[in-house]
């Protein structure tokens, strides 16, 4: 997520989103058009005038990104990853330009930190190592590896420090370290340069101006340092030393060994053009001077001592820019890195754990150079762990150098060896030697002061050592105490203690006037009013106005500077008592540690007893609170039982009113509901009325259709009927005129022989019957084929058309079933009706079903008669009776037939087939009113009985048409 908002107007101008996981670095192109934002997983190339996303590089999750970044005056964009391998791209295209060679030797770096050159033609990288890779991306080379000084472990920053002079090629890269500390080293010479920061004053992250004037560092404890360039590197940018050399000889000039070479700032002086002549050769003369002194006075840098003190005496000090440049070419520091790092890499000194405690500083800076400066000391010699006013001594230089603690330390070592020559002999008395000679240099230039001194009982300890152990400190300003050192450092260490006499010589008047020795100690730990200048210059006087015997150079050696590569052993101190007390401080440390630990044991009893005490009368406080507490709450608990108790009584009395309430809201519910399933089922059985209603009238509409249906099928029958009937008389005259004559014949043959053919007759009367049989099936089967073929196809249609009324009747039924109940006992009687008047028809039926017999008439003759078929009701069957054929003799052609149901039929009316059906004739009905009226209540129950009957009719037909089979009529006597 990348928020870009406007410098002047402090507003948002787009909010940029693509990214997961937390920025880590953007990187704007020289046209400032396109920005590349980098986090672990990704980075995406934006458009700054859009702010639109053009690209975004996806890799694999075991692979993270380190940084993504244009290249300076290039369009190439250059990627680098976890596994070191460096990818160059092109922003256009964004295709692959080539890949560095990831380096097969060596320790694996894991870079972290790059950094590329104006002209981006070098590439530094460094990571989890002290060693440097840079890279020509030109050649796509790797061309060295350089390894920084052990302190650096990793490399968190690196920035090329830009000249104005070199085209873009920066030769000075500065690495920024795991301890805070920003070396600055040339890639070319390998050589350190200047360093920034320290380990108590650490930075966290550092950038340097365009310009290269400025470097920019934000330290540990949250502050902005913003460092000179020119004033870190001038010493680096002093002019070189002159090229003129001197030559100068003895008496001798043939003597090469003698001829010495100086370097000096004059300008070289330059032969005149030759016009022709010879020139001559001139010698350089050497100044005057011994050469010994020469020498003394060279220093390092170029510098000359004589002149420095020249330019000191003429101004009073040294120019404040240059005055630690000149301090360190007096001092001639050696810089030794290497043996001041041993001694820093031990860590704090146990004698200075707790130097806060002592010498409390505000600046935590200044109390941890201190501290760290004091313990390099102390781990240098033994002694400095128990001198107790070395802080004392080494507190303004700490200030002076606190962004270089090296300095500091050999600075501080300078001094200790030099100007505080012979001060731990007496230890860890104060150093009387030193004191006397003070004493004396006072007593020969101020006899009257001295004695009011003596007078006043004050000694050289207090007069001069408050001076001495805090080096002017506290008596003069920052100011005129860089001026007095100014001077020291510029003279014999005996300057020093000329410089303490001197400052008591011009304080004389103040003196004087003091009589306490509270008075006096006051004075020389606190700032006075005094012309250092004054000073200094009474300090010159007794340089060279002292005499020789009392004069302490005689006692001081000369400066002695610190050699290079390791420091000197430093043992002018009496070692054993340096040792005992050591001895015995440790002793009395652990003493004092047991102490404190039985001391902390005691307090943490009397603390445990303190504690237990406390918790017993707390308890029974407690105890006694929670008794009264115990009654209140149960006074309260009463009270509030009691008010629960009026409470619940009000809620059963609400209670009660509520179950009233909701008691007479259900009775209303209830009757409401009631009323709703009155009118419902109301509506439903009025509905189902109508229903019903519906289907009577469907119904009856299909009876009445059936009716006419079967009218004309009867119709047709009838005229079918006719056609048999004559067919039928056909056949009979036919017949009847062959048994006239048979008959005849043996009416004849039966008068003459009556008996003997009695036997015969039975004979021609079962032959008769057969002929009747063969006769009554040829009629049958010409009367029923197609009739019964077609009425069976019918009652077949009737059937299946009634078998699809009886399923949407059942549909209807299942419906209608709760009312067809409730209608039940109304239709009972209905159908008790209806069926006694089916049982009636039955009886009837089987009345006329019982046969017809002849009887004989008394007209003169035997005259065979038949009846008339007995009328049903009964619909035709497939199995009907066979016709009874009945022979009268009457008269010829007089012979009449009458077909029966069945040949027991009795009490009814003959009939002539050949005789016309009047109105009132017993023609064959059929009743289809029979049984319908139990449809309008159970069509079922009446269909189911109707089939029955049909069954029972079937069965009852059969019987009578076996019976009419196998009977014959005869005449009950023959007329003569």
């Not at 006043?456 to 920052?478: D, K, N």
Request: with cysteine.
């Amino acid at each position: 997520m990348n928020i870009l908002s406007a410098a002047d107007t402090k507003q948002l101008v787009s909010w940029m989103r693509g990214h997961e996981g937390a920025v880590s670095s953007i990187s704007v192109h020289s046209s400032g058009r396109y920005a590349i934002t980098t986090s672990l997983d990704t980075a995406q190339l934006w458009d700054l005038d859009t702010f639109q996303r053009k690209r975004k590089l996806n890799i694999r999750q075991s692979v993270g990104i380190q940084r993504v970044f244009f290249l300076p005056l290039s369009n190439t964009i250059l990627s680098c990853f976890s596994d070191d391998s460096i990818f160059a791209w092109e922003s256009d295209t964004l295709s692959c330009k080539y890949q560095l060679p990831v380096p097969d030797c060596g320790p694996r770096i894991s870079y972290k930190a790059f950094a590329v050159t104006r002209d981006g033609k070098s590439l530094a990288a460094g990571g989890r190592s002290n060693l440097l890779h840079l890279w020509c991306l030109d050649s796509k080379q790797l061309v060295r590896v350089i390894q920084m000084p052990t302190q650096v472990r990793t490399v968190r920053q690196l920035e090329f420090l830009p000249d104005s002079f070199d085209g873009g090629a920066s030769q000075t890269l500065g690495v920024l370290s795991q301890d805070g500390v920003m070396r600055f080293i040339n890639i070319h010479t390998c050589k350190l340069l200047f360093h920034v920061g320290s380990h108590d004053d650490a930075i966290n992250a550092v950038t340097v101006s365009p310009s290269g004037r400025h470097v920019v560092a934000i330290m540990d404890n949250g502050s902005i340092n913003v460092y000179s360039v020119q004033s870190l590197t001038q010493e680096l940018n002093r002019p070189p030393p002159s090229q003129v050399a001197v030559v100068s000889g003895g008496e001798a000039r043939q003597d090469l060994s003698n001829l010495n070479v100086k370097v000096r700032s004059a300008a070289v002086q330059r032969p005149a053009k030759s016009s022709g002549r010879r020139t001559q050769a001139k010698m350089l003369r050497p100044p005057t001077g011994s050469v010994t002194e020469d020498k003394e006075n060279e220093l390092p840098a170029g510098l000359n001592k004589k002149r420095l003190v020249a330019l000191l005496k003429a101004f009073g000090e040294y120019p404040a820019k240059y005055r630690m440049f000149v301090w360190r070419s007096l001092l001639c520091l050696p810089e030794n890195h290497a043996a001041y790092s041993s001694l820093t890499d031990k860590g704090l000194h146990s004698a200075y754990l707790t130097l806060h405690d002592k010498y409390p500083i505000k600046s935590h800076k200044l109390q941890r150079g201190l501290q760290r400066v004091l313990s390099a000391l102390a781990h240098w010699a033994a002694i400095f762990g128990e001198v107790e006013y070395l802080p004392l001594v080494a507190f303004p230089f700490v200030k002076l150098f606190q962004n270089n603690p090296l300095l500091c330390f050999e600075v501080v070592a300078t001094v200790i060896v030099n100007w505080c020559q012979h001060w731990f002999e007496y230890f860890p008395n104060p150093p009387l030697n030193i004191l006397s000679m003070a004493e004396n240099v006072l007593a020969h230039h101020d006899k009257e002061l001295l004695q009011h001194l003596l007078d006043c009982g004050i000694t050289s300890q207090v007069y001069v050592w408050p001076l001495l152990e805090t080096l002017f400190s506290e008596v003069l300003t920052r100011d005129e105490w860089l001026r007095l050192f100014d001077n020291i450092f510029s003279n014999h260490p005996s300057f020093l203690l000329m410089a303490c006499v001197a400052y008591i010589i011009c304080c004389r008047e103040p003196l004087l006037i003091c009589s306490q020795k509270q008075d006096f100690e006051y004075f020389f730990h606190h700032r006075n009013n005094l012309d250092v200048g004054a000073m200094i210059k009474e300090a010159y006087r007794l340089m060279g106005g002292t005499p020789a015997d009392i004069h302490p150079r005689t006692m001081l050696s000369d400066f002695t500077p610190l050699t290079r590569g390791q420091y000197p052993i430093f043992n002018h101190y009496p070692e054993f008592i340096v040792e005992y007390q050591s001895r015995e401080k440790e002793r009395i440390r652990l003493q004092e540690m047991e102490y404190l630990r039985e001391r902390q044991e005691v307090s943490a009893l009397r603390a445990d007893f303190v504690r237990r005490q406390a918790e017993e009368e707390t308890y029974y406080a407690q105890q006694e609170l929670l008794q009264k507490a115990e009654e209140q709450r149960r006074n309260i608990l009463a009270q509030e039982e009691e008010k629960l108790t009026q409470q619940r009584a009000k809620l059963a009395a609400m209670k009660r009113e509520l179950k009233v309430k909701e008691l007479q809201l259900l009775d209303a519910t209830r009757r409401r509901f009631l009323k709703h399933q009155q009118d419902l089922r109301a509506t439903q059985i009025q509905r189902l009325d109508q229903e019903i209603s519906r289907k009577m009238d469907l119904r009856e509409q299909e009876t009445a259709a059936a009716v006419q249906d079967l009218e004309v099928r009867q119709m047709e029958m009838e005229a079918q009927r006719k056609r048999l009937e004559q067919h039928l008389l056909k056949e009979q005259e036919r017949v009847g005129r062959n048994v006239e004559e048979e008959l005849e014949m043996r009416m004849r043959e039966a008068e003459r022989e009556e008996a003997r053919y009695t036997g015969l007759l039975n004979a021609a009367e079962t032959n008769m019957q057969a002929m009747e049989e063969s006769l009554a099936e040829a009629c049958q089967v010409g009367l029923e084929s197609d009739w019964q073929k077609e009425l069976v196809q019918r009652l077949q249609q009737v059937d299946a058309e009634q078998e699809r009324k009886r399923e949407r009747l059942a549909e209807i039924h299942g419906q209608t079933q709760a009312e067809e109940e409730r209608l039940a006992d109304t239709m009972r009687d209905v159908v008790g009706k209806k069926w006694d008047d089916v049982m009636s028809t039955r009886a009837q039926l089987q009345e006329q079903q019982q046969p017809c017999w002849p009887s004989a008439e008394t007209d003169g003759r035997r005259q065979p008669t038949m009846r008339p078929p007995c009328s049903t009701t009964a619909l035709p069957h497939r199995h009907s009776p066979a016709p009874v054929v009945s022979v009268g003799t009457k008269g010829p052609g007089d012979l009449r037939f009458n077909c029966a149901a069945t040949p027991k039929q009795t009490g009814t009316k003959l009939m002539c087939l050949n005789s016309s059906s009047p109105s009132e004739s017993t023609s064959t009905v059929f009743s289809l009113d029979r049984g319908r009226a139990q449809l309008d209540s159970s069509e079922r129950e009446l269909l189911k009985e109707i089939r029955e009957l049909r069954q029972k009719l079937a069965a009852r037909g059969k019987e009578g048409s076996s019976a009419s089979s196998q009977s014959v009529h005869t005449p009950s006597s023959v007329s003569q």
